[in-house]
Nanobody
Framework: QVQLVESGGGLVQAGGSLRLSCVAS????????VAWFRQAPGKEREAVAA????????NSADSVKGRFSISRDKVKNTVYLEMNSLKPEDTAVYYCAASKGGVIMNRYDYNVWGQGTQVTVSS
């Protein structure tokens, strides 16, 4: 059974930066893709950025393009989300998830989820 553990969240001022990490443990980790999602209070969970495990192809939401970047280290079984120029509207719980296939920005194609890490951006 694969487990995902996120870290790196915290409180930051607007304009600041954070780097989230997602470490996979358990049996051999070889998903089709890994993505970061976020959920703010009272809102739907939304895809932030995703990366295919094999080729490293990335995709990201329009709201974070140019500010966030996703990367992966296949040796360490770790996916990162580098977040720059943070805004108060980026405040949410950020989740890492792994997919067996499908559309990489579609949350319903992800079957393994981490517990989440809180990101709070103050104005």
């Amino acid at each position: 059974q694969v487990q995902l553990v996120e870290s790196g969240g915290g409180l930051v001022q607007a304009g600041g930066s954070l780097r989230l990490s997602c470490v996979a443990s358990g049996r051999a980790f070889s998903p089709a893709a890994v993505a970061w999602f976020r959920q703010a209070p009272g809102k739907e969970r939304e895809a932030v950025a995703a990366i295919t495990w094999s080729a490293g192809t990335t995709n990201s939401a329009d709201s974070v393009k140019g500010r966030f970047s996703i990367s992966r280290d296949k040796v360490k079984n770790t996916v990162y989300l580098e977040m720059n120029s943070l805004k108060p509207e980026d405040t949410a719980v950020y989740y890492c998830a792994a997919s067996k296939g499908g559309v990489i920005m579609n949350r319903y194609d992800y079957n393994v989820w981490g517990q989440g890490t809180q990101v709070t951006v103050s104005s």
